[in-house]
């Protein structure tokens, strides 16, 4: 076990970013496949991913932003002496957290619009989980700037089995649903006391409102593409809630996962590189490391990616239900996002701080995925909803590697592997169009 211990020890804090990612996916899959198991129906089923839906459409933006603003600053603030940024960071987040809670109380009509019927009951307990569970997002950040590692990868493990629990248990103990959310708000309310006990370790206790500020002012513009470019996700599950109701809506929730790892994986990378680029001010050696970095996703994540697209009409009724088998083709289309997900010119935009470029190519990136979307949702169905967010993603790398190569001077041939990337997403995109036409006609 002591070798086990030592060995993570030495792990970098990209590779131990990345298994925390592995593990927050496990969660979220772990805890699908035991509800879709359990006798609890598919409507209750689409209540809970309704539930954690919402919640996560309403945070994600502002609280990503403000980490991602974190990342990129905080070698300079200790260079420069500021030993308070982390504590600062929390009070912002804490902050903006019951801004989100009171709009949510006071606008609690329009809101509750947005969920289907049989979920509004859950309400109240949604917004308790919302305001104790943000903040705590801090917690994996603070262990990756703080190099962590063995600290990050236990965080990882323990919040796994505690949230598989809350969720689970009670299920299958015959409990119903809000009995999952009381344990969700109490696991929630430790991961506070976690936090507080990390500031006080790592991180002047001293409030600065001043520092605040030009902290959420830095972030703003993150904040803003984030909402709009990380919305595809939550433009696609309006638009299947609001054409074609609760039952559509768990099983497109259920296939659009891409796939299992890529959006971890690449986010780890991107978030771990974001302060190794900053303080190395684009070095030969912070490109190089990108570019192997890249590299080794796109040997480890094309090969995967492949051999479930095969085979995804067979494992989805197996592990999930046979009420899912239609999830398969949308999971297949979005298992494509794996060609733009490989390529990592926004990590360069992030670290050189160009906060406003990545604001402006959001823009494009949502007009693109609202309009394709709908277009092709309105001649295809929920697979059209699918293929919208793919082209979206696209263009938006697209442009940020035009920015990156005009603006920045630095081509893509200096971060990433493009031949073999061309390989790998011809073949991707070769054997997605083989195995559609051959089981849809």
Known sequence: MSKIINLIRRFDTVRSFQIFQVLRFLTILITGILLAKSKMNIRDIGS???????SGAVSFFWVSGILNGLLSSYNKSIETGNNSILFNTACSLYLLNSLLLLVLLVFHQTAQQLLPAEAVDYYPLMLLYIFLNNPT???????????RTYGLLKYGMINLIAYISAVAVPVYLGY???????FLILLAAIKNIILHRLLSEHSQLQFNFKLILNQVLFSLPLIFSLLISGSAEYVDGLLVSTHFGSDAFAIFRYGAKELPLAVLLSGAISNALVPKLAASR???????????????????????????????NYFYPL???????????????????LISRVVFPQTLVIAA???NII??????????????SYFLMLKLGIIGIAIGTLAAFIVEKCCLALYVHIKMKVPISEYLQWKTWLVYSFLLLAVFFLHYFSTHH
């Open 176 to 182: 119903g649903l809000e009995y999952s959310f009381y």
């Open 48 to 54: 809970y991913e309704s539930l954690i839906f919402f």
């Open 282 to 312: 684009f070095d030969k050696s912070g490109l190089q490391l990108l570019k192997k970095e890249s590299g080794r996703l796109m040997h480890l994540l094309y090969p995967v990616t492949i051999v479930l697209l095969l085979t995804s």
């Open 353 to 355: 701080g160009k906060n």
């Open 359 to 372: 604001f402006k190519i959001a823009l494009v990136e949502i007009t693109v995925n609202v309009l394709v």
């Open 137 to 147: 997002f801090l917690i994996e950040h603070l262990l990756l700037l703080t190099n």
């Open 319 to 337: 592990v999930f239900r046979e009420e899912f088998s239609s999830s398969a083709v949308i999971f297949n289309t979005y298992l494509l996002l």
